[in-house]
């Protein structure tokens, strides 16, 4: 029954989010998976798709907190994380906490920042907390980082190490609309439409804050049989040995494709996982960790392309 009434507040999701996004269904489930698994999610497209407003979207759906940093070449840490400050007036240091205090926060153009800003978001990604000056301060839950990046565009980038790509649930790519739904977006913006008035569209909040956690229990009571676990891990293993790639899926994949299937599971009304459920996400948590051999890039494959391969070379579970 709990599953039944999430699928409820999913679809009712969906129907609000279309008031503002047209033709990112399979986006925006993915990122209402990650935010209800507990992960964060690395989102690529050129500029002008509407990954900004998507994020927003989510954010308004949801109640949380939302916190932007466009991320230049001269950002520094503390620009993100916050710095102490002498206050005259008492004579004792505080801590002007940075943007990244929020719950729903997006890195836009991530791979703008030089490696030491970039690395200033792997303790509070992983452990949801930030230390400073040796105190530690932990995030208000929910929390997600959002981290945008410009698939086409790399003078002036710095890529992101593999242990920080590990640290995304995802790889949500953004493409064009097809030319339907793009004549619907020019016809909103013929009505009137204004990306930054939200409230204008009528979009209305679905999920309360005090909904993540019964959200988060429901996923939890998923069953998962021991044929899904197996199917899972030799998803993995078949990444690790398969020719095309010279790096594989991590183990913490393998763990972030059963969290997310769970979720997608509960999303879909159902108190059990299936293949089908992990088939849907593992693009999604294996893309960004693959790494191609030169060989097979010239081949014309990219990491979808290899991924597909594994699913279909890997046998299904009854």
Do not use: C
């Amino acid at each position: 029954m709990s599953s039944e009434k999430l699928r409820e507040l999913y679809l009712q999701m969906r129907r609000e989010a279309e008031k503002v996004i047209v033709g990112l269904e399979s986006e925006f489930e993915m990122l209402v998976v990650a935010l209800l698994t507990g992960g964060h999610v690395l989102i690529e497209g050129v500029p002008g798709t509407a990954k900004t407003l998507t994020a927003k979207v989510l954010a308004h759906l949801t109640q949380a907190k939302f916190g932007r940093v466009q991320f230049t070449p001269d950002l520094m840490p503390s620009d993100i994380l916050g710095t102490s400050v002498f206050d005259f007036n008492s004579g004792k240091f505080y801590l002007k906490k940075g943007p990244i205090f929020t719950q729903m926060f997006l890195a836009d153009e991530i791979n703008r920042a030089p490696a030491k800003t970039q690395s200033a978001l792997l303790e509070v990604m992983e452990e949801r907390q930030v230390t400073l000056e040796g105190e530690s301060y932990s995030m208000q839950e929910p929390f997600m980082v959002l981290a945008t990046q410009n698939p086409i565009e790399y003078e002036g980038t710095y890529p992101l190490p593999e242990a920080q790509l590990d640290r995304f649930l995802f790889k949500v790519v953004f493409r064009y609309p097809q030319p339907q739904q793009e004549f619907e977006v020019l016809d909103r913006f013929r009505k009137g439409f204004d990306p930054h008035n939200l409230a204008a569209t009528g979009l209305e909040p679905v999920l309360p804050p005090e909904g993540y956690a019964w959200a988060r229990r429901v996923i939890q009571e998923v069953v998962v049989e021991d044929g899904i676990l197996s199917y899972i891990a030799s998803l993995a293993a078949a990444s690790r040995q398969s020719p095309d790639l010279i790096l594989g899926a991590s183990p913490r994949a393998a763990a972030y494709t059963l969290l997310a299937a769970k979720t997608v599971a509960a999303l879909q009304g159902r108190s059990y996982v299936t293949p089908d459920d992990v088939k849907l996400v593992t693009p999604a948590v294996y893309r960004h960790r693959l790494l191609l051999k030169p060989e097979a890039e010239i081949e014309g494959l990219d990491a979808d392309a290899v991924i597909q391969r594994l699913l279909g070379q890997v046998e299904v579970p009854r």
